[in-house]
């Protein structure tokens, strides 16, 4: 099956700064990247959709300018958490998918990102 | 609105059978998935059903009626490696999926 990475698989910050989070399809150009956050016992959220070359769509309640998205290749996209806080602490996951009329999702093993 | 029902918990015996039921309400519908999430780590698929009926795969099985927004797991011959929480999520529209909070499956000697 279709693999998808993501870097870094934990990362630790202070408050205030920002962080980098990578998710690349290995084997599969990725039309369309997603990006979820999973608070503990909680749901996964959808937070934005990603097409290659296009803005991403967010979903309401999540702010755009703090979490910037870019998918620049349809093999990467990244997601920068600016500013980040305490309440900012999840297991960010993404998902690719690749050619249009394929249903599935391809998950990332995630990031778990712990402000301090 | 769109939710999405399944059990909190449930509890197993090694080697049993155990199905996990799933009610949506969602006014678009473009299937229904099952993911197998560990703690700590990212979901797995398990099925895909679009159209009624039964969807069997090894040890899985999942069905869907639409008419009724009603799915179940199957897992047949329960192993210690399927303690872990079972999504269901549905599929919106061309892309979006909405996840419910999942069944949390234990599985005992």
């Known amino acids: 099956g279709a693999v998808v990475s993501q870097h870094p698989s934990w990362v630790i910050c202070k408050s205030g700064t920002s962080v980098k989070i990578e998710c690349r399809s290995l084997d599969f150009q990725a039309t369309t990247m997603f990006w979820y956050r999973q608070f503990p016992k909680q749901s996964l959220m959808l937070m934005a959709t990603s097409n290659e070359g296009s803005k991403a769509t967010y979903e309401q309640g999540v702010e755009k300018d703090k979490f910037l998205i870019n998918h620049a290749s349809l093999t990467l996209s990244t997601l920068t958490v600016t500013s980040a806080h305490p309440e900012d602490s999840s297991f960010y996951i993404c998902?690719?998918?690749?050619?249009?009329?394929?249903?599935?999702?391809?998950f990332g093993p995630g990031t778990r990102l712990t402000v301090l | 609105g769109q939710n999405i029902d399944q059990p909190t918990e449930m509890t197993a015996t090694e080697g049993a059978i155990v199905q996990i039921n799933c009610t949506y309400q969602t006014s678009g519908f473009n299937g229904l998935f099952w993911y197998q999430q560990h703690a700590g780590e990212a979901p797995t698929f398990l099925s895909y059903?679009?159209?009624?009926g039964l969807e069997e795969k090894g040890r899985f099985s999942s069905f869907l009626s639409r008419s009724k927004g009603y799915s179940y797991l199957l897992l047949k011959e329960l192993q210690m490696k399927d303690s872990a929480s079972y999504l269901c999520?549905?599929?919106?529209?061309?892309?979006?999926?909405?996840f419910g909070t999942g069944t949390r499956l234990t599985v005992i000697p």
């Open positions: 059903n679009v159209l009624d």
């Open positions: 999520v549905f599929q919106t529209g061309a892309n979006n999926l909405f």
């Open positions: 998902s690719a998918k690749g050619l249009a009329g394929d249903n599935e999702q391809f």
